[in-house]
């Protein structure tokens, strides 16, 4: 692991080579460029960490709440007898709508497909940003595989 710069800012960030050693400054690579570029797999966001931590964690986050809250609408739409279904069912006549069976199944259904669909996008979008200095993905590299 690399020692600590001595530069609060991160300005004079050391880079070392394979042996641990230090590299000169003029040896240094260029830091990666921060902004949208087109990758093997689309477009995809050079970010710094910080905000890819936050990127990654609240997209994955979204994405599995709403996959859940969809598979439990979908669930209430096709069972009768649901927990969630009887609570709707509940508030809504306490309001003062009485919704058909058939209409209630089908809104229930489409939020339900809706909620898994916003959370697809909500995680696929999340996948297409990347720190400073991450690499490049698999497809994009140079190396040759071992595996068989």
């Known amino acids: 692991m690399a020692p600590p710069s ?14 641990g050693d230090p590299l000169p400054k003029e040896e240094r690579p260029e830091p990666e460029p921060v902004g949208a570029r087109e990758g093997p797999g689309g477009r995809e966001v050079v970010v710094p960490l910080s905000l890819y931590k936050v990127v990654t964690v609240f997209s994955t986050l979204i994405a599995v709440v709403t996959f859940i809250f969809g598979f439990l ?4 739409a096709t069972l009768q007898t649901s927990t969630l279904r009887r609570l709707l ?14 209409t209630l199944t089908a809104v229930l259904a489409v939020a339900g497909l809706a909620s898994i669909t916003f959370g697809s996008a909500v995680y696929v979008l999340g996948t297409r940003f990347r720190a400073q200095g991450m ?12 595996n068989g």
């Open 6 to 19: 001595s530069d609060p800012t991160g300005a004079d960030e050391r880079r070392d080579d394979e042996t």
């Open 73 to 76: 609408l979908l669930d209430a």
């Open 89 to 102: 069912t509940g508030l809504l006549t306490a309001v003062g709508v009485t919704p058909p069976a058939d």
């Open 135 to 146: 690499g490049k993905s698999q497809e994009d590299s140079a190396e040759d595989s071992d």
